[in-house]
């Protein structure tokens, strides 16, 4: 759809495929107590090998608590006209409570960066024909991102933000001048393009509503998880296949009310030689579920970090192709591809462990994640410490 603008500000060294493994951080006080997002940068910054700078971005909650009722938009433009005309289509579907450029600052190895503005949203009512608020907001940003040249919604949740472009993630923390904001739960990533584009609008995190996803490893089913979504109404854009995982864990949460320990038997569903041995009880489910959900199985390697308000949830592919480890001290989680990052910043963990394939890690709110018993996996990695 938007290739040749894309063009303009996609991998400007010109890579056809490179094969690497991307970094992942996250990190969350299930308190509730915002931080900044100075150890996430360590973290992040130390798995700085696991990058190329063609791609590193942040996620961040409880980042506007005096907007917190209001859907904040962060939006790329490639040129002054079509700002003009989305803003002119924000003031009909929204009421605008409050606009202005997103704070940067000019940061060695940040080049050809496009114009970033946020914006303050409240739904009109009288527009969303009865439509849920999320529904609502789900069609307007796609409208945007498919009819409207030179613009591109990429964080649009309330209470929180995205944050990403073309650098190592360290310099994009540093480009969006990211020691001025707090949250209790940040998400990091630093990318390695295999198959697709490293470009602004293709970087980690992706977004929908309050939903974000970074990912390690390579979607190689994105063409018929991409035609199922399509059939509820969402248009991928961002030329990258990590895209349909937020768009499947809104429709599927969200929309379709299933619980996250559900949704990951969809997306990293048991081996069928494992079902076959369940009870007739969970045969019928696991049946069920690829039945109605199989085109929405992930094949191929991944570890994502899956958040949205209140919730971090780490998850691996069935036979664990891609690394996570887990990290707790006190009410805080950690979730990394590698553990030397969440020691580096917190060295005197509480736990520390590999968690199974397939397995989702869940910290919530209120709630510290606190393992009843070390796994194996966990008792070796305490032995090395």
């Excluded at 914006?119 to 024909?129: A, P, R």
């Excluded at 989702?360 to 996996?377: D, F, H, Q, T, Y």
Aim: proline fraction near 6%; aromatic fraction near 12%.
């Amino acid at each position: 759809m938007k290739l040749k603008e894309l063009s303009r500000i996609n991998n400007f060294y010109h890579d056809d495929k490179v094969i690497d493994a991307c970094s992942i951080f996250g990190m969350m006080d299930t308190s509730g107590n915002r931080f900044s997002g100075k150890p996430v940068v360590e973290a992040i910054a130390n798995m700085h090998v696991r990058g190329n700078g063609l791609g590193g971005g942040f996620a961040i909650y409880g980042l506007y608590p005096e907007y917190a009722n209001y859907y904040a938009f962060h939006i790329m433009y490639l040129s002054r006209e079509g700002q003009a005309k989305v803003e002119d289509f924000l003031r009909h579907k929204f009421h605008v409570i409050d606009a202005k450029e997103v704070p940067t600052k000019p940061t060695p190895g940040i080049v050809n960066p496009p114009l970033v503005w946020r914006y303050f949203l409240e739904v009109k009512v009288e527009e969303s024909n009865g439509q849920s608020e999320g529904d609502y907001v789900v069609d307007r940003v796609m409208e945007i991102n498919t009819k409207m040249e030179e613009a591109f919604v990429f964080s649009s949740g309330k209470n929180m933000a995205v944050f990403k472009g073309v650098g190592y993630p360290e310099e994009i923390a540093e480009y969006f001048c990211l020691e001025q904001y707090e949250g209790y739960l940040w998400t990091a990533h630093g990318r390695f393009p295999t198959n697709t584009p490293g470009w602004w609008g293709g970087a980690h995190p992706f977004n929908i509503l309050d939903w974000t996803v970074i990912h390690n490893g390579e979607i190689s089913s994105y063409g018929i998880n991409r035609r199922y979504l399509e059939q509820f109404g969402y248009n991928c854009t961002m030329q990258t296949d990590t895209e349909v995982v937020a768009y499947v864990v809104d429709l599927l949460i969200r929309r379709h009310g299933l619980p996250v320990e559900i949704v990951a038997k969809i997306l990293a569903p048991p081996f069928w030689s494992y079902i076959e041995r369940c009870s007739p009880k969970e045969q019928k489910l696991f049946r069920t579920l690829r039945q109605v959900y199989g085109s929405l199985l992930l094949n191929g390697p991944f570890t994502v970090i899956i958040a949205h308000q209140g919730e971090m949830i780490g998850l691996t592919d069935r036979i664990r192709l891609r690394p996570l480890t887990v990290g707790v001290k006190e009410s805080v989680l950690y979730l990394s591809s590698e553990e030397s990052a969440i020691r580096l910043v917190s060295p005197d963990l509480d736990r520390a462990w590999i968690p199974m394939g397939g397995e989702p890690i869940v910290g919530s709110l209120g709630k510290p994640l606190k393992p009843e018993k070390a796994s194996v996996a966990e008792i070796k990695s305490v032995r090395k410490c």
